[in-house]
């Protein structure tokens, strides 16, 4: 079985915390660590009355010009829940840790999107550990896309996106211990079966053309497009000489805040781990000093969308490079 001891990303970080530290006061650093349960409820309430709204206009056919803009928001929303299984693992949803009652809000974000909550907390955790790795960090050896090709990047976008994801969790969950391989068999069956069950439920009341806008459309269809542009955001688009640049720079829009429920600052995040969701913004502003300084520049996600399909850049490379060298 392959162990992963060590974490390639500490090893490489050089002087990066140091520099960092010169352009956050402790004080400011501490505020922004503060974890307010009542903010983070806030967002789960938000979602899940999305969830229903959206799910109402789909199902409704009064208006069908509502079923596209609905179905986008809904995909967007199942990466919410995405988001809150990762503030989850980060111990970000109460000041004080509360195991039994973490382990079951995880359980259940994770059951929204039918992914395993155990996988995605060991492949999380590792791709912390191990970014920069193009075999340790799982993201990077099971997701991202290992040949340049428009057609095979395009798959991500689509439902192709769960046979690559389970074909990537699978062979990365061959090298945990048996115990844990078990937990996660445990709950993907749970998650399938709860989402046969709603399956059945729509195609039961509604008859398969709702089924089809209700379900099929946001889960298959728009999920797969949510979560590849918050992909693009993370770490395609880098330095992999600096180790302060091994994330791209996202500062996104009150929209992009919205719909990505500010997983847009992925790389504030990969600085500073245990700064909770609706804290990033204010660590994104106090760090513009600091992004200045080092010359990391701003990213959005339709520049980003032109340069991984039109210009065709490979992931986890320095793009500007890329174009001047072609």
Same mark, same amino acid.
């Given at each position: 079985?392959?162990?992963?001891?060590?974490?390639?990303?500490?090893?490489?970080?050089?002087?990066?915390?140091?520099?960092?530290?010169?352009?956050?006061?402790?004080?400011?650093?501490?505020?922004?660590?503060?974890?307010?349960?009542?903010?983070?409820?806030?967002?789960?309430?938000?979602?899940?009355?999305?969830?229903?709204?959206?799910?109402?206009?789909?199902?409704?056919?009064?208006?069908?010009?509502?079923?596209?803009?609905?179905?986008?928001?809904?995909?967007?929303?199942?990466?919410?829940?995405?988001?809150?299984?990762?503030?989850?693992?980060?111990?970000?949803?109460?000041?004080?840790?509360?195991?039994?009652?973490?382990?079951?809000?995880?359980?259940?974000?994770?059951?929204?999107?039918?992914?395993?909550?155990?996988?995605?907390?060991?492949?999380?955790?590792?791709?912390?550990?191990?970014?920069?790795?193009?075999?340790?960090?799982?993201?990077?050896?099971?997701?991202?896309?290992?040949?340049?090709? @428009?057609?095979?990047? /395009?798959?991500?976008? &689509?439902?192709? =996106?769960?046979? #690559?994801? $389970?074909? !990537?969790? +699978?062979?990365?969950?061959?090298?945990?211990?048996?115990?844990?391989?078990?937990?996660? @068999?445990?709950?993907? /069956?749970?998650?399938? &079966?709860?989402? =046969?069950?709603? #399956?059945? $439920?729509? !195609?039961? +009341?509604?008859?398969?053309?709702?089924?089809?806008?209700?379900?099929?459309?946001?889960?298959?269809?728009?999920?797969?497009?949510?979560?590849?542009?918050?992909?693009?955001?993370?770490?395609?688009?880098?330095?992999?000489?600096?180790?302060?640049?091994?994330?791209?720079?996202?500062d996104g829009n009150p929209i992009w805040?919205?719909?990505?429920?500010?997983?847009?600052?992925?790389?504030?995040?990969?600085?500073?781990?245990?700064?909770?969701?609706?804290?990033?913004?204010?660590?994104?502003?106090?760090?513009?000093?600091?992004?200045?300084?080092?010359?990391?520049?701003?990213?959005?996600?339709?520049?980003?969308?032109?340069?991984?399909?039109?210009?065709?850049?490979?992931?986890?490379?320095?793009?500007?490079?890329?174009?001047?060298?072609?």
């Amino acid at each position: 079985m392959k162990t992963k001891k060590y974490r390639h990303y500490y090893q490489h970080l050089g002087d990066l915390k140091s520099r960092l530290s010169e352009s956050l006061p402790r004080q400011q650093l501490r505020a922004l660590h503060e974890v307010r349960a009542h903010r983070h409820f806030l967002v789960v309430g938000r979602l899940l009355l999305t969830l229903l709204l959206a799910g109402a206009a789909l199902w409704q056919t009064r208006w069908p010009w509502l079923w596209f803009p609905a179905a986008m928001i809904q995909g967007f929303t199942l990466l919410g829940f995405v988001i809150l299984l990762h503030e989850q693992i980060h111990k970000m949803i109460f000041a004080t840790s509360r195991p039994r009652l973490e382990r079951f809000l995880g359980l259940f974000y994770a059951a929204v999107t039918g992914i395993s909550a155990t996988q995605f907390c060991n492949w999380h955790l590792q791709h912390h550990d191990q970014l920069g790795s193009d075999s340790a960090d799982p993201k990077r050896a099971h997701l991202s896309p290992k040949r340049n090709r @428009r057609w095979f990047k /395009l798959l991500y976008f &689509t439902p192709a =996106l769960f046979f #690559l994801y $389970t074909r !990537g969790a +699978l062979r990365e969950a061959r090298t945990y211990p048996s115990q844990t391989q078990k937990i996660i @068999r445990r709950e993907r /069956l749970g998650n399938i &079966t709860l989402h =046969l069950a709603i #399956l059945a $439920t729509i !195609g039961v +009341l509604g008859g398969p053309w709702v089924l089809l806008r209700v379900y099929v459309l946001p889960v298959f269809f728009c999920f797969p497009i949510a979560f590849s542009v918050n992909r693009l955001g993370q770490h395609y688009n880098i330095d992999p000489e600096d180790p302060a640049k091994w994330s791209t720079r996202v500062d996104g829009n009150p929209i992009w805040h919205f719909l990505m429920v500010w997983s847009n600052f992925h790389l504030e995040h990969h600085y500073y781990q245990r700064v909770p969701f609706y804290n990033l913004k204010k660590l994104n502003r106090a760090l513009l000093p600091f992004f200045l300084k080092t010359g990391l520049r701003n990213r959005g996600y339709l520049e980003l969308i032109w340069g991984w399909f039109v210009q065709n850049h490979r992931a986890h490379t320095r793009w500007e490079r890329e174009k001047t060298e072609a």
